[in-house]
């Protein structure tokens, strides 16, 4: 696909004609096998359908200048991947086949993974299929487990656009399930989010039930000061993403003070007036946030542009995803 074409897709449109997929039946998972993308036979009683015992995950391989393809901690979402169909009590895929399943449909799709600032956007997803509308109340005993991979730009191509962000006192999903990577917990989140769209013209909504902060719909939240970022501990509320550990894991490296706890909407309006918000995940690495809005009310995130800890550690990261700094912390896995 050419860059041109690529530019104006929207992110995740463009599918490779490679998919990978398994499938778990009597009690193990069959061989993989590398398939043209295309519908599949799924049951009209299928589990997933009716009861949302689905999962998926997704991450990024990167092109080098000299060609080479990395694709950017493969083994911490394989991880999650297996820890979110554990919590869903799907069965667990198996974290080699899944690995060889990414790195021979990347392999086999070489030719579509974008030079920088592109990425192969890849999404494994896993759902449960046993044909049953009688089984609420029981794990899934059958599943389908596909990788798909997209060709992506980068977020940003058109300049760093300062997100707005609404408050939103509500959850986003249930207080166990917030660390599940799972289709419900988006469909939950899109009713809020559309609302403060309209309301507000908000880009995202910050979810901070009791007035503690959480995360938005599909990103984590980080608040970034001079040698210092204060972000939510890890507890089960929500999405332990991949860009957040790498974010602090490099910021502890380059210096900072890394606080990770509760805090709350005050807290947060406090250190906006002279520090900078942050939204993290693979899609945008890291996205500034220009306006926080609390009831009703319009706060300007320090100069209410992109600040320049927020370009700086993003430019850090993304020079180690596109191999351009030395893989100090073993991130990357050629293919
Ligand atoms: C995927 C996701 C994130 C970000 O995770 P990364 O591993 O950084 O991509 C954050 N929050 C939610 C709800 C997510 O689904």
């Keep these: 696909m050419d860059t041109n074409a690529l530019r104006q897709a929207p992110f995740g449109s463009v599918l490779t004609d490679s998919m990978s997929i398994t499938w778990f039946r009597d009690g193990k998972w069959l061989p993989e096998r590398l398939e043209p993308t295309a519908p599949l036979p799924i049951h009209p009683a299928a589990h997933a359908l009716h009861y949302s015992s689905s999962c998926f995950e997704g991450f990024k391989a990167y092109r080098r200048a000299d060609g080479g393809i990395h694709i ?13 169909a554990k919590l869903l009590v799907l069965p667990e895929p198996d974290s080699e086949q899944v690995s060889r399943m990414v790195l021979s449909l990347v392999d086999r799709c070489r030719r579509d993974v974008p030079d920088a600032p592109g990425a192969l956007y890849l999404r494994p997803v896993l759902f449960g299929t046993v044909p049953n509308i009688g089984a609420a109340g029981t794990p899934t005993p059958e599943a389908c487990l596909v990788v798909l991979a997209s060709p992506v730009w980068d977020y940003f191509a058109g300049g760093f656009k300062p997100l707005r962000i609404a408050v939103e006192l509500s959850s986003r999903t249930a207080p166990h399930l917030g660390m599940v990577k799972t289709g419900g917990n988006y469909a939950a989140a899109l009713g809020p989010t559309l609302a403060a769209r309209r309301e507000y013209r908000a880009d995202q909504v910050l979810f901070c039930p009791d007035g503690k902060v959480q995360e938005t719909g599909a990103a984590n939240f980080l608040l970034i000061r001079d040698q210092h970022i204060l972000t939510r501990g890890l507890d089960t509320t929500f999405l332990h993403g991949v860009t957040r550990d790498s974010a602090l ?40 946030v220009g306006t926080l809005i609390h009831q009703g009310r319009d706060y300007r995130v320090g100069t209410g542009d992109v600040g320049p800890l927020t370009k700086h550690l993003r430019a850090a990261l993304i020079a180690i995803q596109r191999g351009e700094a030395p893989d100090k912390f073993g991130w990357l896995t050629p293919v």
């Design 72 to 84: 950017f901690r493969l083994d911490r979402h394989i991880e999650r991947f297996r820890r979110s």
């Design 249 to 288: 894991t490099l910021a502890r490296d380059l210096g900072y003070e890394v606080s990770e706890r509760i805090f709350d909407i005050d807290e947060t309006l406090r250190w906006i007036t002279d520090g900078e918000a942050v939204l993290s995940g693979t899609a945008a690495v890291l996205a500034g």
